[in-house]
Every structure is written in C-alpha cells, then in structure tokens.
C-alpha cells in the first residue's frame, strides 16, 4: 500500500495535517501528480468543521483533502479516454451513484444523494503527491497556457453548470431587452471571492450589465481585474444602485439577510441563484410580503450545486478564450501560492486572496 504524503482533515471534525497516508492506488489505470490543487470554501469549510456533511472514505480517520485540480499524468495503462502520460488532466469531483441522473452522467443532479465527491465526502481528494484515477473522470487540458489558470477549471464548472439552469429557468417569459439582447439587464453578484468573480465573467459574456458587491471595499488587484472585465463594484452597506432593480441576482455569500435585501429589488421575471452555502450564517425574518413580491413577479428562486463532465468542458473552452481576451489579467485571478507543507492557507484567508493555490512543485 503505497503512503504518500496528503493534505488531511479527520472530516467531519475539522483540522488539518500535511502527513502521510497509506492509499493503495498503484494498481488504478492512470498515475497523477498535481501540478496545482486550489482552496476554495468548501475546503475551509470541512477545516473548520462548518460542513458536517463531509466524511472519511471507510477504514480511513482521515480525508485527503483537495478537489480543484490540474494534474500531470505519470502513466496511463491504456490510452482509453485519449489519456496519455505527460498530459495535463483536471479529474472529476463528483462520481456516481446508482440513480438515474448518476447513470446518465448528471451526478451533479444526483436524486438519491449517494454519490461521491473526491476530497469531500467518503473519496480521497487530490492533495496528495501522487494518486490514481479512472480515465473517464479526467478531462484533458490540451493547452499548456492555461497551465496554471486551468485549476479554476473546477470551480467555473459549477458556474456553467447555474447557468444552464438559468437558460431553462429564463425561457419562461422573454427575457431579454428591446434590442433582443441583454445590455439593458442587470445582474448583480453578491460577495467578491474566486467563485463571484468567474459569476461576474460569465455574467458579462452574455452581456448583462454587470455589478459584484460585498459589505466592505475591495483592494487595488480586485478593483482592476473589474473594470478591465468591465464589472461595476459597490460596497452595499454604503451605497444603493437598487434604483432601476435586478434581473440576475447570484449569491455567493450564503447569507440569508444579504439575499433578501436584494430579492427584495429583483425585477419582473427575475431568476436568482443560491449558491453561496454557510451553515453558520445568522437567520433572518421572511414575511409574508417577501412570498408576495416573488409570487407577483413570477421569481424565479435557483439552487445549484457541482457540474457534469460538460460543464468541466466548458469551463476549460471559456478558460482558453478569457486567457486570450484578458492575458495576465487572467492570471492575476490566482493571488496566493503555497507549498504542500503550510496549511495556514485553510485557516486563514488574506483578505487580498481571489484565488490561493498550493504549488506541489515547492
Ligand atoms: P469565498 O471566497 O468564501 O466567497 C464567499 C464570498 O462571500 C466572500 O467574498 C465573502 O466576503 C462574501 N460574503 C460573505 N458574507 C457576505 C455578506 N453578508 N455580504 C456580502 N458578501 C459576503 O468562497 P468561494 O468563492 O470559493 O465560494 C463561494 C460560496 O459558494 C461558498 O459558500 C462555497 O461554499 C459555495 N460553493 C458552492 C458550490 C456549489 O454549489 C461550489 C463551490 C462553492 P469576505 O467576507 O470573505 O470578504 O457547487
Ligand atoms: C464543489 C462542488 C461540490 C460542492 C459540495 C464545491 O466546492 O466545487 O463540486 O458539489 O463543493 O458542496
Ligand atoms: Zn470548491
Ligand atoms: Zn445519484
């Protein structure tokens, strides 16, 4: 049983460790390494044991952490999926259970719940220095430049994912302005880490006027990567832009009060997507005037969760595109880089982070 060293949390307590583990994967059909794993919330969130649904895989006290990805594969036994050794692959988060939705390849929408998530619930993730994999779970990335911006493959994919859900939810009524587009909508994106900012992209690639706030101001490197995107910043707490209402609201806060205040402005035929997820957030007071204005203006209220093998594939097509559109820009998305061994990243969050990675080469 190969021990390799990992990134570990006893899930669902909470804590970290960078230690070994034993994990046998020799025997799997491809051999990875990472090049880059990134942190999003949801790591910190089973760190500091705010996701009690997160578990150990059977036999194991501990988790490998990590489902961001974008690896190097070390070999691959058959070429089965076009996997080659020495190509660059992102693997699959989610892996299927037995519903209908996991036979079809929509474990995102998984109907039953037994499923798996690597790194998150009962599957060893991708923070460990050498690990195997089934080829169909893992998607190739054929350009080397987005070598590095390629770990965001994995959280783009879930915004691709809220946006298919938005072309369904959005056919209900026309949707779009006068001169049949979206130039006179309005969307606003609430909280300002990696996933609103890839939201606030996607938001501006169809054409939506488009706003990100939070409850205090951003730094210089955020204020910059904006306006270059073309995406308006306001501190909510000090100014209103409420005025002409919102046809998009997309929380990425998890905080019930904030995504009432602004479904409280959502215009007619409006769609607002929940995200944000933060078990620990305050609740707050819905009345009965709330459940009129969203029945009397045919709201539209989207959860949305993960992504299937599509969604990674559009998220590898935008990253390539925005690469090009914004270059360096891009780039500047990954803030923090840290070495396997310090992981003060999970416990700690620089409020200058957009997106913190941890480098397996350091
Ligand atoms: P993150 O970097 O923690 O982003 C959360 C953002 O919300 C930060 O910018 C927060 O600001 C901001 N925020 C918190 N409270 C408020 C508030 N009251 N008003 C305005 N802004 C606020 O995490 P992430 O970008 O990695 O992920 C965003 C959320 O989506 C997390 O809750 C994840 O757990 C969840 N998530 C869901 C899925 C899925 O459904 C996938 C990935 C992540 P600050 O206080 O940090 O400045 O598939
Ligand atoms: C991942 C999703 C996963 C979710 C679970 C996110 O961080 O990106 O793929 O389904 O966590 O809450
Ligand atoms: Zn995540
Ligand atoms: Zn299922």
């Not at 049983?1 to 570990?8: E, F």
């Not at 009962?122 to 998607?139: A, I, K, N, Q, T």
């Not at 606030?200 to 951003?218: E, M, S, W």
Request: glycine share 10%.
């Amino acid at each position: 049983m190969g021990k390799v060293n990992s990134i570990t949390s006893p899930a669902p307590k909470g804590g970290v460790s960078y230690k070994q583990i034993s994990i046998e994967y020799e025997n799997m059909p491809v051999i990875l390494k990472p090049v880059y794993t990134g942190i999003c919330g949801t790591d910190r969130g089973i760190v500091n044991g705010a996701l009690q649904f997160a578990y150990c895989p059977p036999g194991y006290s501990d988790l490998a952490l990590g489902h961001e990805s974008i690896c190097k594969v070390v070999s691959a036994k058959s070429n089965e999926f076009g996997i080659r050794s020495g190509d660059l692959v992102v693997p699959q988060v989610r892996r299927p259970g037995k519903c209908l939705n996991c036979a079809t390849g929509r474990s995102d929408n998984c109907s039953d719940g037994d499923k798996h998530e690597a790194g998150i619930t009962g599957m060893h993730g991708f923070m460990r220095e050498e690990f195997g994999d089934y080829p169909e779970y893992l998607l190739k990335v054929s350009s080397d430049s987005i070598r590095e911006v390629g770990v965001l493959t994995e959280p783009l994919k879930n915004v691709e994912k809220a946006f298919e859900v938005y072309e369904v939810a959005s056919r209900r009524s026309i949707s779009t302005d006068r001169f049949g587009s979206l130039s006179e909508k309005r969307a606003i994106v609430i909280g300002t880490g990696s996933e609103a900012f890839l939201y606030a992209l996607k938001c501006r690639d169809y054409g939506f006027q488009t706003l990100i706030t939070n409850r205090h101001p951003v730094d210089d490197l955020k204020m910059k990567f904006l306006d270059a995107a073309g995406v308006e910043f306001f501190d909510y707490t000090k100014e209103h832009r409420d005025s002409k209402g919102w046809d998009l609201v997309i929380d990425t806060s998890g905080d019930p009060g904030t995504i009432l205040r602004f479904l409280r402005k959502t215009n007619n035929n409006g769609n607002i997507i929940l995200f944000g997820t933060n078990g620990k957030a305050p609740a707050t007071g819905i009345d009965g005037q709330d459940i009129d204005y969203i029945i009397e203006r045919n709201i539209f209220l989207i959860g949305s969760v993960d992504g299937a093998r599509v969604h990674y594939e559009r998220a590898l097509q935008d990253l390539e595109r925005w690469n090009a559109q914004y270059g360096d820009r891009l780039k500047s998305l990954i803030t923090h880089r840290f070495s396997p061994q310090d992981t003060s990243v999970f416990t700690k969050k620089d409020p200058l982070e957009i997106k913190s990675v941890i480098d397996w080469s350091m």
